[in-house]
Nanobody
Framework: QVQLLESGGGLVQPGGSLRLSCAASGSIFSINTMGWYRQASGKERELVATIRSGGSTAYADSVKGRFAISRDNAKNTVDLQMNSLKPEDTAVYYC???????????????WGQGTQVAVSS
């Protein structure tokens, strides 16, 4: 069994910062890509940022220069530092991992339960 547990959401004023963290646990053999997606009310889930095991990153255009993703391969964790937050960043943020579970011959995607981020004055 594999679980992704997020933390760090909350309410922040425009221009403020938040840091999201996610820890993967369970019978994990290896993790390929980790990342963050978000879903605003009434909208589809969208990519925010991803990071591969080797460290290469990708960001949505809307967050480039404001958000930074990082991971600790030894701890199976991924963080998202969010700066200069805007009201349009308000959404539920989901942690994501494509990983190989011990004893399973193929990788699959896993999701966290989501954490709410609200940007409002």
């Amino acid at each position: 069994q594999v679980q992704l547990l997020e933390s760090g959401g909350g309410l922040v004023q425009p221009g403020g910062s938040l840091r999201l963290s996610c820890a993967a646990s369970g019978s994990i053999f290896s993790i390929n890509t980790m990342g963050w997606y978000r879903q605003a009310s009434g909208k589809e889930r969208e990519l925010v940022a991803t990071i591969r095991s080797g460290g290469s990153t990708a960001y949505a255009d809307s967050v480039k220069g404001r958000f930074a993703i990082s991971r600790d391969n030894a701890k199976n964790t991924v963080d998202l530092q969010m700066n200069s937050l805007k009201p349009e960043d308000t959404a539920v943020y989901y942690c994501y991992a494509n990983l190989l579970q011990s004893g399973v011959p193929y990788s699959r995607n896993y999701w966290g339960q989501g954490t709410q981020v609200a940007v409002s004055s």
